[in-house]
């Protein structure tokens, strides 16, 4: 008789069970393609909540303000897979966790390409009050 794991097992974003995990999501079609609305919702959803936390975590307007456009200016003309590691760098300069759909959908450069330009974009417009 087989004796079963008390211990979980670890999923992740690259492992074979991903892109079932991001149709349930409904991040990815049944086709395997990204569904882009849903994603430019998603990644304006959190760069909001992004914008939020940074001014919370900065609580300086003129230091946070500052962060947000030296990302931004980093962020234009960067690669997709650079854009999308900016993002993630974001939320640890603040101390927190990437949220779980962008930790799932980052095992996919279609959808990581396309949830940090939806991010960098609404981030931007949120910014045209804030920053210089």
């Given at each position: 008789?087989?004796?079963?794991?008390k211990?979980?097992r670890?999923?992740?974003?690259?492992?074979?069970?991903?892109?079932?995990?991001?149709?349930?999501?409904?991040?990815?079609?049944?086709?395997g393609?990204?569904?882009q609305?849903?994603?430019?919702?998603?990644?304006?959803?959190?760069?909001?909540?992004?914008?939020?936390?940074?001014?919370?975590?900065?609580q300086?307007?003129?230091?946070a303000?500052?962060?947000?456009?030296d990302?931004?200016?980093?962020?234009?003309?960067?690669?997709?897979?650079?854009?999308f590691?900016?993002?993630?760098l974001?939320?640890?300069?603040?101390?927190?966790p990437?949220?779980d759909?962008?930790?799932?959908?980052?095992?996919?450069?279609?959808?990581?390409?396309?949830?940090?330009?939806?991010?960098?974009a609404?981030?931007?417009?949120?910014?045209?009050g804030?920053?210089?």
């Open positions: 008789m087989k004796k079963e794991s211990t979980p670890w999923h992740s974003p690259f492992d074979d069970s991903a892109g079932v995990r991001l149709r349930r999501m409904g991040l990815l079609q049944e086709d393609t990204p569904d609305q849903r994603i430019k919702v998603l990644g304006e959803v959190f760069a909001g909540q992004f914008f939020d936390d940074l001014y919370d975590f900065r300086d307007a003129e230091t303000g500052k962060s947000l456009g990302f931004l200016k980093e962020a234009d003309g960067a690669t997709a897979k650079y854009r590691l900016l993002v993630c974001q939320y640890d300069a603040i101390r927190r990437l949220p759909p962008v930790w799932w959908l980052s095992g996919n450069a279609q959808l990581a390409d396309l949830f940090s330009a939806s991010f960098v609404h981030l931007r417009e949120l910014a045209k804030v920053i210089q």
